[in-house]
């Protein structure tokens, strides 16, 4: 069974650094995307960044492009966001997620919270 579990997240004031973790078991995770996406209140989930495990190629909206950086340790099963330069806006449940690649993600972790204050 798929499991994913965030840890990382917090208060944090705007312009600091949070660094999150998706530490994934239950499968071996090659052909597979692992993702960031997050949910601020009121609004829709939204995508932050993917990694292909296998190749490790990344994916970014612009809204966080120079800021986030995803990367994964593959001994370990663990995928990091390391996020910097934060804003307000980036506040948000953020969620970790993997799916075939090509394919829907279909497992979720639970969620961490990530409030920055101004």
């Known amino acids: 069974q798929v499991q994913l579990v965030e840890s990382g997240g917090g208060l944090v004031q705007a312009g600091g650094s949070l660094r999150l973790s998706c530490t994934a078991s239950g499968r071996s995770f090659s052909g597979y995307a692992m993702a960031w996406f997050r949910q601020a209140p009121g609004k829709e989930r939204e995508f932050v960044a993917s990694i292909n495990w296998s190749s490790g190629n990344t994916r970014y909206p612009d809204s966080v492009k120079g800021r986030f950086t995803i990367s994964r340790d593959n001994a370990k099963n663990v995928v990091y966001l390391q996020m910097n330069s934060l804003k307000p806006d980036d506040t948000g449940v953020y969620y970790c997620?993997?799916?075939?690649?090509?394919?829907?993600?279909?497992?979720w972790g639970q969620g961490t919270q990530v409030t920055v204050s101004s």
């Open positions: 997620g993997a799916g075939i690649v090509g394919l829907a993600y279909n497992y």
